[in-house]
């Protein structure tokens, strides 16, 4: 089975960074996206993230230059560097693996999500 597990995320104040980790198992980054969500409580989940085969990224303007994807492909890793965090960030952040071959903010095109790591930042 394909299993994506999060690490790295807990309590911060704004300003502070903090850097999330997603290990995935039973499958490989070639050749597709792979992406960070989150949900905030009575919000949609939104694409904060995403990282090409290539290594491409993209953003929305909501985390453009606080936020940073890489990714360990031969540790199978994915990664969120968050800086200069803010309250409006605090949500659960969930990884994930589309099942297309390119990238997308579209929840409905990843088909393997992980379990989510809770990220709340203090004013």
């Known amino acids: 089975q394909v299993q994506l597990v999060e690490s790295g995320g807990g309590s911060v104040q704004a300003g502070g960074s903090l850097r999330l980790s997603c290990v995935v198992s039973?499958?490989?980054?070639?050749?597709?996206?792979v992406a960070w969500f989150r949900q905030a409580p009575g919000k949609e989940r939104e694409g904060v993230a995403t990282?090409?085969?290539?290594?491409?990224?993209t953003y929305p303007d909501s985390v453009k230059g606080r936020f940073t994807i890489s990714k360990d492909n031969a540790k199978n890793t994915l990664y969120l560097q968050m800086t200069s965090l803010k309250p409006e960030d605090t949500a659960m952040y969930y990884c994930?693996?589309?099942?297309?071959?390119?990238?997308?903010?579209?929840?409905?095109?990843?088909?393997?999500w992980g379990q989510g790591t809770q990220v709340t930042v203090s004013s």
């Open positions: 039973g499958y490989t980054y070639s050749r597709i996206c």
């Open positions: 990282i090409a085969a290539d290594d491409s990224t």
């Open positions: 994930a693996v589309s099942v297309y071959g390119w990238c997308s903010y579209k929840t409905s095109d990843y088909g393997y």
